[in-house]
């Protein structure tokens, strides 16, 4: 099973980054997914949530109405659209399957800096 995120890069404030996660070795559209960010000397935050079909989303406070999560269970992928970015947003975003124990990817660099 893993996890394969792209995506990150260096944006300025105000402007506008997509994630992906694209899955393989396992059953992807029967696992809920979420993406989490993580800066240095802090906790991994989850950043947004979404059931395996898509019926259920959840956010952290610090991104609604700014982030998009979706997935696509034919392509296997998990997306995360980012608008508005902010410099606080700056973190390593991981993306995460609750299949047994949980499955990370090895997290993409997302830096908002003018």
């Known amino acids: 099973a893993r996890l394969v995120e792209s995506g990150g890069g260096l944006v300025q404030p105000g402007g506008s980054l997509r994630l992906s996660c694209a899955a393989s070795?396992?059953?992807?559209?029967?696992?809920?997914t979420s993406w989490y960010r993580q800066v240095p000397g802090k906790e991994r935050e989850r950043v947004a949530a979404i059931t395996s079909i898509g019926d259920s989303i959840d956010y952290a406070d610090s991104v609604k109405g700014r982030f998009t999560i979706s997935r696509d269970n034919y392509k296997n992928e998990v997306y995360l659209s980012m608008n508005a970015l902010k410099p606080e947003d700056t973190a390593v975003y991981y993306c995460?399957?609750?299949?047994?124990?949980?499955?990370w990817g090895q997290g993409t660099p997302v830096t908002v800096s003018s």
């Open positions: 995460f399957a609750l299949v047994g124990s949980g499955i």
């Open positions: 070795g396992f059953d992807f559209g029967r696992y809920a």
